[in-house]
């Protein structure tokens, strides 16, 4: 009995370590864009990456045309349609890091971006001055793979340099994807397509 006692203390102190170890990993890989959402012992962060609420097309969209992306803050989702209706995907998402940093409404993709560089704002260089002037493209790059630009000045969808990003409060007003999948959006969003946030 004393035996097993001691080995789940063990065990507890060795799981303790490891955890909080691995909440230190994604800081380190935030140096160019702030801190993402914690872990908080009493409240937990939300991370909603594998079920998301179900929505329509035809509640947020007149029609497909140029196809059609959601951008869905509460559910930390983003989802497109096809102008032709035959293609649906769900995919989850890092969000602005505050609601002074989050823009609602519609907007349009007006430029795609491939190994994007990435330029910091001027209101993010005036918050950390030491920020560089620019990321080439690379695995640092906070902008992944793919970049769609909105038709909201500094606004994007982009993939992502830190997948501890995806399903949490971590961006400076952009929707982050896993690389793949903006891969993919990036493949059948055109300039033109619609885009909601909500």
Known sequence: MTTDRIGRRRL?????????????????????????????????????????????????????????????????????????????????????MTEEFTRRGRTRIVEKRYKPTWIPTPNMRRRDPSLPAVVPPGPENPLGT?????????????????PAKIGRRASNGCFGLYNHHAEELYEWARIGTQVVVI
């Open 12 to 96: 507890l102190a060795l799981g303790g370590a490891a955890a909080a170890s691995a909440l230190a990993v994604p800081a380190s890989a935030q140096q160019f864009t702030g801190e993402i959402e914690r872990e908080r012992p009493a409240q937990g962060v939300r991370r909603n990456t594998q079920s998301f609420r179900s929505v329509r097309w035809q509640d947020h969209f007149p029609s497909l045309s140029n196809g059609a992306i959601l951008a869905d803050v509460a559910s930390r989702a983003m989802h497109y349609w096809s102008a032709d209706g035959s293609i649906y995907r769900c995919y989850p998402c890092s969000v602005p």
């Open 146 to 162: 793919r970049a769609m630009n909105l038709s909201w000045t500094y606004y994007r969808i982009h993939g992502i340099d830190n």
